[in-house]
Structure formats: structure tokens, C-alpha cells
């Protein structure tokens, strides 16, 4: 998962940039990089680690051009390493890319490239989007890049390119700097556009636009290219329209609950998780004294679960704003004081209560196994656990940290593998009741896929929960992630 950012103004950008991409800091905390473009060169400068330690004032002051990109990076694709730090930028035609997705067709593509003898330096999956593009731009004949060459060589790259992506650039288009977005035509990961005066902006998510004061002026459209130039109105060319299915984990789990996407706020849609999950709770006749939420995703779930039935919404877990890594300890106590210089409890919230933990998804189960054990320590009467997102029974090819089957704790609790369409609300319950006793707690609650319908557009990815997936995946690719992950981070 990644954040991306791309402005085009009649001043310097890069100010602005480097201030955007720290609204989209929760997005990738690895690496991050800002590339602008002055009408004549491409300068740029990338790092791994937070915005605010990559960049300082002599960098910005460096990165000269009325047009830029930026972008931090969460690895779901290669390592946390610079080679894999986007934006990306080409020499011919003269050119900086940046996106957020995954391609699913890596492999493939690989070899296509090969066959032209262009060769990738890096794992990143932007790689080959900008190759192809910018091999199909160059194809065009023309050094004077017209919008129609750059809408044919997108319209050639999207034919090739199989999977769920965002994607920004800037190059000279018409002979003036033009700022340039496309999205997958299903519009799985998000992209929004916003504008203040002269200036043009697009961004993985609306609290960047907050941060700018820049107003929203909407999402880019599944399967659009949109041309930004400062002053004037955007050109919007479609390519292809399909169903649009955005990615639900984005507002379960993923953005920030000030961002607004298709015209309501993530914070709105996990309000109404939260009225599901307590209704599911209810319906199973358990019972609480409060509710406790694991911050800070959850917090308005619970905030709407407890006001759904009557009980008081407490903080319970305090998170250390200020922690940094911790580094791999060799033994359980070590490893258990990293966990509570993380996240404390407060025993008094906890102490002689029947309490309600809830939480936004459960993916590889060790951290809610922790916790639990850290909740039991407080001296609670009972421990419910409640989850308002359905349990995760496949895995995400499009972009979120969890690729394979192997990584995913709920298929375990299932009597039988996992199947298209969701486990049905007999099979859920029985899954919930295993799950809860390997666990140690009285009750666990998921929201059922069905729960999903009220709270989301019926036409959605919600593929790592019933197993629909919009952009099919080849068996090469999911054999690919499989070897990549063998040597992934450590489970969460
Ligand atoms: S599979 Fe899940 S996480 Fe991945 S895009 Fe679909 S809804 Fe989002």
C-alpha cells in the first residue's frame, strides 16, 4: 500500500509536496521520494524512512519546477529498499512516474519488456508501467508529445498491464508541463482530484487536499486519464468503463477517517460498521459493561457499537506516539516489553468489567493474541472481542500487505476451505465460536459479508472477504508472491 501525490501550480511545488505526503504518511512508513520538473530537468530526491527525516529545507529547496510528484511507499511488492522507492523517472521522453496498486501481471510483463530489450533495475511494480509507457510513447514517432500520443500509449499500456493501480506522471505534453493520471478501470485503489486557483492536484486521499487547503473536486473515474495544467480545465478522456468495484479495506482498515471518498467520509463509514457489528452482537444475546477500542482504527466502530447498545465507549489501550523500532529480541519477555512500549493498558478500565475489545480485522492473528493476553492481565470479569470487518479468508492481490494464504489466520477456524461468496452465517458462527476458545475469551464477533451491503455500494472489491476478485490473478503471479514472501517481514 502506498500514497501518492502530483500538483501542477504556476510556482514551485515541492513545498507543497513534501508537506502533502506527510498527511499520507500513514500510507508507507519505508521509504518516500518527490521528483519535480522545471521545463527542462527532472530534479529529485528519494530515502528510506519518514518524510519528515528524508526531507529538510535545503532538499525542498532543491527541487525546483512548477510540477511534481510525490509518493511514500509501504513494500507489497519488492523490498524496503531505495532501488524500489518511487517516483520512478525515465529519460526518454523525459518523464517521472508514481503510483499506488499492484501489478498482477509482473512476470508477464517482464518478458514483453525483454522482448524489447528494455531490462528493469528494480521489484517495484511502477517499473513496468512506466517502461511500457514510455516505450509506447516513444513508438509515436514524435518528439513533440501530443495528448493524443500520450492517450494511445496509455490506452496500449492499460491493455497490457493486469491488476489494480493509481498512477500519476508529469512530462511535457503539448509543449507545456502537464501533470497526467489514469486509474484501472475497475478503480480499485483510490484516487481523488482537487484544486485551488491556478493549481491542479491529484492524491491518494483527500486529507493531503485538507492539508493544502486545496478543495476536492471529486474521484477520478475507473478506467479515465485526466490531463492537469496549471490554469485551465483538465482534459478527461475515458478508456474504458467497466463496473466499478473500490477496494472496502481502505475504509475498514487503510485510509484515514477524515478522507472522503465517492462523496462520504471514512469516518461516517466505520460509524456504521460499528451500528452492524453491535446489531450482530446483540442478535448472539452476549452482553458487556463497556466498550474498548484498540486505537486508533477502531475508535469510531466503537464509538457507534456502544452508543447502539447503551454502553459507555472507554480508552483503555494507550499507544506510544514516540516509540520507535524495536529491534528483534531474542527472547518472549523482550519481545513482550516491545509490545508494551507500543501499546499500555489502563487496568482501571479493565479491572472487575465485562469488556468488549473492538478491533478493525484480524489478518495473521498474532497481534490480537497479545493483546488478549495483555487485556487478561488487567483482571476483566469477561473479555469479548469484536471485529467490524468480516473475518479475512483470502488473500489481497491488489496492494494490501497480506498476498498469500499461508499469512492468514481465519482460513484455520474453518471447518472447510474457504469458498467464493463468504462463509454462510451458521458456518461464520461455528468458525467464531472455534476461533474464540483457541483465543481465551468469552466471545469473538465478526461482521458477516452480508453486514457489508448496507455500509458499502453493492458493486466493490471485498475479495480478501468472499473471495470475488474483480481482476483475475494468475497462478504464475500468486506462485511469484509466494516465493517474494519467503522472505517478507515479520508477522503482525
Ligand atoms: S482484496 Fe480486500 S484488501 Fe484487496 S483490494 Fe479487495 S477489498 Fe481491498
Known amino acids: 500500500m502506498c500514497g501518492f501525490i502530483g500538483i501542477v501550480d504556476d510556482a514551485s511545488v515541492s513545498g507543497l509536496l513534501s508537506m502533502s505526503l506527510q498527511a499520507l504518511q500513514h500510507r508507507g512508513q519505508d521509504s518516500c521520494?518527490?521528483?519535480?520538473?522545471?521545463?527542462?530537468?527532472?530534479?529529485g530526491?528519494?530515502?528510506?524512512?519518514?518524510?519528515?527525516?528524508?526531507?529538510?529545507q535545503r532538499v525542498v529547496d532543491r527541487l525546483v519546477g512548477s510540477a511534481g510528484i510525490g509518493h511514500v511507499r509501504y513494500p507489497t511488492a519488492g523490498s524496503g529498499v531505495?532501488?524500489?522507492?518511487q517516483p520512478f523517472f525515465e529519460r526518454r521522453p523525459g518523464l517521472i512516474m508514481a503510483h499506488n496498486g499492484n501489478v498482477t501481471n509482473y512476470e508477464a510483463l517482464e518478458a514483453l519488456l525483454r522482448e524489447r530489450s528494455i531490462h528493469l533495475v528494480s521489484r517495484c511494480d511502477v517499473e513496468p508501467i512506466l517502461c511500457l509507457f514510455a516505450d509506447e510513447v516513444m513508438g509515436q514517432g514524435s518528439t513533440a508529445h501530443t495528448a493524443e500520443h500520450v492517450v494511445a500509449a496509455i490506452q496500449a499500456t492499460v491493455s497490457a498491464v493486469k491488476g489494480a493501480y493509481s498512477v500519476v506522471f508529469v512530462m511535457e505534453v503539448d509543449g507545456r508541463p502537464t501533470l497526467v493520471a489514469f486509474r484501472d478501470s475497475h478503480g480499485i485503489r483510490p484516487a481523488v482530484v482537487g484544486r485551488a486557483g491556478n493549481a491542479w492536484c491529484v492524491t491518494s486521499e483527500s486529507v493531503a487536499l485538507d492539508a493544502l487547503g486545496y478543495s476536492l473536486v471529486g474521484d477520478l473515474a475507473p478506467g479515465e486519464v485526466m490531463f492537469?495544467?496549471?490554469g485551465e480545465e483538465p482534459e478527461r478522456h475515458l478508456l474504458e468503463v467497466r463496473l466499478s468495484t473500490p477496494c472496502v479495506f481502505e475504509s475498514i482498515y487503510f485510509s484515514r477517517p477524515d478522507s472522503v471518498e465517492l462523496g462520504r467520509t471514512i469516518y461516517e463509514r466505520r460509524l456504521d460498521l460499528g451500528t452492524r457489528l453491535a446489531r450482530h452482537f446483540k442478535a448472539r444475546g452476549l452482553q458487556a459493561d463497556r466498550v474498548i477500542p484498540v486505537p486508533d482504527t477502531s475508535r469510531p466502530a466503537a464509538i457507534a457499537f456502544g452508543e447502539e447498545l447503551g454502553l459507555p465507549c472507554r480508552e483503555g489501550f494507550i499507544k506510544n506516539r514516540y516509540s520507535g523500532r524495536t529491534f528483534?529480541?531474542?527472547?518472549?519477555?523482550?519481545r513482550e516489553a516491545a509490545v508494551r512500549l507500543k501499546l499500555n493498558l489502563i487496568r482501571s478500565e479493565f479491572e472487575g468489567q465485562r469488556v468488549v475489545i473492538i478491533d478493525d480485522s484480524i489478518v495473521r492473528g498474532t497481534t490480537i493474541r497479545r493483546l488478549v493476553k495483555s487485556v487478561w492481565e488487567q483482571?476483566?470479569?469477561e473479555v469479548h472481542v469484536?471485529?467490524?470487518?468480516?473475518?479475512?479468508?483470502h488473500p489481497c492481490f491488489y496492494g494490501i500487505d497480506m498476498s498469500t494464504e499461508a499469512e492468514l489466520a481465519a482460513p484455520d477456524y474453518l471447518k472447510a476451505p474457504p469458498r467464493e461468496g463468504g462463509p454462510s452465517i451458521e458456518e461464520q458462527r461455528a468458525m467464531?465460536?472455534?476461533?474464540?476458545?483457541?483465543?481465551?475469551v468469552d466471545s469473538l464477533t465478526f461482521l458477516n459479508v452480508r453486514g457489508l451491503d448496507t455500509v458499502f455500494p453493492a458493486s466493490r472489491c471485498a475479495a480478501c472477504f468472499d473471495g470475488v476478485y474483480p481482476q483475475p490473478v494468475s497462478e504464475a503471479h500468486k506462485q511469484a508472491i509466494v516465493r517474494d514472501r519467503t522472505c517478507a517481514r515479520p508477522p503482525n
Request: hydrophobic fraction near 40%; charged fraction near 25%.
Open 328 to 334: 528483534i529480541m531474542g527472547s518472549q519477555a523482550g
Open 45 to 56: 530526491h528519494r530515502g528510506l524512512g519518514l518524510v519528515k527525516d528524508v526531507f529538510d
Open 379 to 381: 483482571g476483566p470479569t
Open 82 to 85: 531505495l532501488e524500489d522507492t
Open 386 to 393: 469484536a471485529i467490524h470487518a468480516p473475518p479475512v479468508l
Open 432 to 440: 467464531e465460536e472455534r476461533w474464540a476458545e483457541d483465543l481465551g
Open 228 to 230: 492537469f495544467r496549471a
Open 33 to 43: 521520494g518527490i521528483f519535480t520538473y522545471d521545463g527542462a530537468h527532472f530534479p
